[in-house]
């Protein structure tokens, strides 16, 4: 069945068999797993993972029109959800243990990484995110330091969660193509990480790549009423940009930024 994609969904159904049989590998499906998928789309992806035997399979789709294709196609196989995603509650499913798969709409596949990043006790919502991007987004979530690409992204993802990149795939194992390439990234939840609050760490982080081209004297001095207790503290350079300074750098610079305002 043909269906008209909606751009406004940014849809885009990843049709390659090699493609599509590696992503679903990459979550090492057991009996005993609970899986959720984050826009099926017409249910390649979907069909796949149920050969898998999964314990439970649940489908997260905005398209009115899908819900119904998806239905009729998988019956009583997986527990689907007409929901958007951005609006969704994850009360019944926090503790699951998730292995997650997503090929997420371009426009706004930033905003459900950052939501999920926000969860408390991550580990315990999920054990592998399997995730699509468009490959300049994807290029930022991995960035490191002294890179221009090196932003947000790349510390709020790295705070909370290994990230490995697995392939860049063509527009063309898409239907309908999109105008650009696409990476695979994987991401597994770390057991142990600084405990910060997520909106600081947005916030510092804001006030940092704002600032970009500028020195981080700047930020720090928006940021801290005395910045130099903070740049003796961690032997700050004052002359360094936003991008040259590393990860744990930020989730330190955090930290302190919380100990002044609680």
């Not at 990043?117 to 919502?125: E, T, V």
């Not at 609050?197 to 947005?202: D, F, N, P, V, Y």
């Not at 801290?224 to 610079?253: A, C, G, H, M």
């Amino acid at each position: 069945m043909k269906f008209l994609t909606k751009k406004s969904l940014g849809q885009n159904f990843l049709i390659n068999e090699k493609i599509l049989n590696l992503i679903v590998d990459l979550g090492e499906i057991k009996n005993t797993d609970s899986v959720l998928e984050v826009g099926p789309g017409t249910g390649n992806l979907t069909e796949k993972i149920l050969n898998k035997n999964p314990k439970n399979l649940f489908v997260i789709e905005k398209d009115k029109r899908l819900i119904s294709h998806l239905n009729n196609k998988f019956k009583k196989n997986i527990n689907l959800y007409h929901e958007d995603i951005l609006e969704f509650s994850y009360k019944n499913l926090i503790d699951k243990k998730l292995i997650i798969y997503g090929n997420l709409p371009y426009n706004i596949s930033t905003q459900i990484l950052v939501s999920w990043i926000r969860l408390d006790k991550l580990s315990n919502f999920c054990k592998k995110f399997i995730l699509l991007f468009q490959k300049e987004v994807a290029d930022r979530i991995i960035a490191e330091e002294n890179s221009k690409n090196f932003g947000r992204l790349s510390i709020l993802a790295s705070w909370k969660m290994n990230v490995k990149k697995i392939i860049d795939i063509e527009a063309e194992s898409f239907r309908p193509s999109p105008k650009v390439k696409s990476s695979l990234l994987t991401f597994e939840p770390k057991k142990k990480y600084l405990n910060l609050k997520s909106s600081s760490l947005e916030h510092i982080t804001n006030i940092f790549f704002n600032q970009r081209r500028k020195m981080i004297k700047k930020p720090l001095n928006i940021l801290f009423k005395n910045s130099d207790e903070i740049v003796n503290y961690l032997n700050l350079n004052l002359n360094l940009r936003p991008q040259n300074l590393t990860k744990e750098t930020y989730y330190k610079i955090c930290e302190f930024y919380e100990k002044l305002i609680n």
